[in-house]
């Protein structure tokens, strides 16, 4: 179990990584990450869904598809899924992902541009409440053992 955990743990950080090493050498030099880091704890909620949407486009290729969605939120779900109380329409990262592409993908073409993710992400309150969280007073609800 401890081996599962860290091998998804370091799924999730790899994709992240790749946000972080913005000139894509490999490394992660100082002003990368400040500049991430800045973007990711004060940066506007445009700004942070600019980031979020690179760190779902897996592939670079300006679109997120639903695979690559499906990635992500599995990565996420392994992580914290079972720490949260979650809708039964959102209790699977495969339900997730279909909730999230019937509200954002507005054309309906299997993939999300980056406008249709941010104007979707807006209009979703768990969204922009993980994008706006203050830490030390987090609303998220946890799982009552």
Known sequence: KQWYQRRV????????????????DGC??????????SVTSKGSLDE?????????????????????????????????GNMLILPKDEDTPQKRVKKIFIQM???????????EFKEGSKMDPFIVQALSIDYDNSKLEPKKP
């Open 9 to 24: 743990r370091g799924q999730f950080a790899s994709h992240v990584f790749k946000v972080f090493d913005s000139n894509s």
């Open 28 to 37: 992660i030099s100082f002003k990368e990450f400040i500049v991430a880091l």
């Open 48 to 80: 942070k869904l600019d980031w979020a949407f690179s760190l779902y486009d897996l592939d670079g290729d300006g679109y997120i598809s639903s695979s690559e969605m499906l990635n992500i939120v599995n990565s996420i779900y392994e992580m914290v």
């Open 105 to 115: 993908d507005s054309d309906q073409d299997g993939r999300l541009t980056r406008q």
